[in-house]
Nanobody, 123 residues
Framework: QVQLVESGGGLVQAGGSLRLSCVAS????????MGWFRQGPGKEREFVAGTSRSDRTYYADSVKGRFTISRDNGNNTVLLQMNSLKPEDTAVYYC?????????????????WGQGTQVTVSS
């Protein structure tokens, strides 16, 4: 089992920045690929950014150039730095862990999920 706890969400104006943090416990963190997903009101959960077990990073086109994902295996932490935020970024953001080797953008491939943190971007 892997337990994930997110923090860092909040209310920000368009153009602002937020940094989300996810702390993992329970298993060897470096054995997992990590991802951030989001779910807006009335929408399906969608992939935002991921970092593989080999620390390769990948992003949804909608956030490329604005968001940065990073992982710290020593502290069992994955971060999502979000800059130039837009109202359409408003959603509950979830941290997730997968045993899949390589890149994984499908929620079905992630076995462990955090409780989510709300991000609201006002116009």
């Amino acid at each position: 089992q892997v337990q994930l706890v997110e923090s860092g969400g909040g209310l920000v104006q368009a153009g602002g920045s937020l940094r989300l943090s996810c702390v993992a416990s329970g298993r060897t963190f470096s054995n997992y690929g990590m991802g951030w997903f989001r779910q807006g009101p009335g929408k399906e959960r969608e992939f935002v950014a991921g970092t593989s077990r080999s620390d390769r990073t990948y992003y949804a086109d909608s956030v490329k150039g604005r968001f940065t994902i990073s992982r710290d295996n020593g502290n069992n932490t994955v971060l999502l730095q979000m800059n130039s935020l837009k109202p359409e970024d408003t959603a509950v953001y979830y941290c997730a862990a997968t045993r899949v080797i390589g890149l994984s953008t499908s929620p079905r491939e992630y076995a462990y999920w955090g409780q989510g943190t709300q991000v609201t971007v006002s116009s």
